[in-house]
T-cell receptor, first 115, second 115 residues
Framework: AQTVTQSQPEMSVQEAETVTLSCTYD???????LFWYKQPPSRQMILVIR??????QNATENRFSVNFQKAAKSFSLKISDSQLGDTAMYFC????????????FGTGTSLTVIP | DTGVSQDPRHKITKRGQNVTFRCDPI?????LYWYRQTLGQGPEFLTY????????KSRLLSDRFSAERPKGSFSTLEIQRTEQGDSAMYLC?????????????FGSGTRLTVV
């Protein structure tokens, strides 16, 4: 079974500063995908960034980047130049391909950007 | 196409009553997923459909839960004899079969409160 652990229930960051959210996972698979999803209050889950396990290069999407350490089974999200709109719950998720493509989610980190 | 739609957004019901939720996926997507999200937790997989076939059900999906996707279009999730422990956000998502996770689209969810 796959498990995803997010050890930071809540975090806050000053606007324009950088924050890193942590995620670790446990799997015996060698090929998989990792994701960070953002869930604003009362709104739908939105994909922030995606990483394929066979790619060594860390994924980046504008202000969002990841630090993927496959051996350590670690997948942290760095948000640079934090904006008020980044305030949301962030979920780390694991997906094993070629099956039902179901997600295994962590418990989430609530991020508040302070003006 | 405006994305994945879920109806109703909120549902309050008395314990023991039956409830039914509806999900309208993105029309081109042939996979449809149901997840349950309780307070303080990440979404947990319940079941998924490929077209009209229900291909996998989680152990979380007790006998009181049933899901359908007639004609491979919209889906319904019914909970019979609701219990207080069923109180949660029920999320629907859709994707392509061969998607690598980045084509997953979530709905805004149906929040169920059992009193």
């Amino acid at each position: 079974a796959q498990t995803v652990t997010q050890s930071q229930p809540e975090m806050s960051v000053q606007e324009a500063e950088t924050v890193t959210l942590s995620c670790t996972y446990d799997t015996s698979e060698s090929n998989y995908y990792l994701f960070w999803y953002k869930q604003p209050p009362s709104r739908q889950m939105i994909l922030v960034i995606r990483q394929e396990a066979y790619k060594q290069q860390n994924a980046t999407e504008n202000r969002f980047s990841v630090n993927f350490q496959k051996a350590a089974k670690s997948f942290s999200l760095k948000i640079s130049d934090s904006q008020l709109g980044d305030t949301a719950m962030y979920f780390c998720a694991f997906m094993k391909p070629n099956t039902g493509n179901q997600f295994y989610f962590g418990t989430g980190t609530s991020l508040t950007v302070i003006p | 196409d405006t994305g994945v739609s879920q109806d109703p957004r909120h549902k309050i019901t008395k314990r023991g009553q039956n409830v039914t939720f509806r999900c309208d996926p993105i029309s081109e997507h042939n996979r449809l997923y149901w997840y349950r999200q309780t307070l303080g937790q990440g979404p947990e997989f319940l079941t998924y459909f490929q077209n009209e076939a229900q291909l996998e059900k989680s152990r979380l999906l007790s006998d009181r839960f049933s899901a359908e996707r007639p004609k491979g279009s919209f889906s319904t999730l019914e909970i019979q004899r609701t219990e207080q422990g069923d109180s949660a956000m029920y999320l629907c998502a859709s994707s392509f079969v061969l998607g690598k996770g980045d084509g997953y689209t979530f709905g805004s969810g149906t929040r169920l409160t059992v009193v």
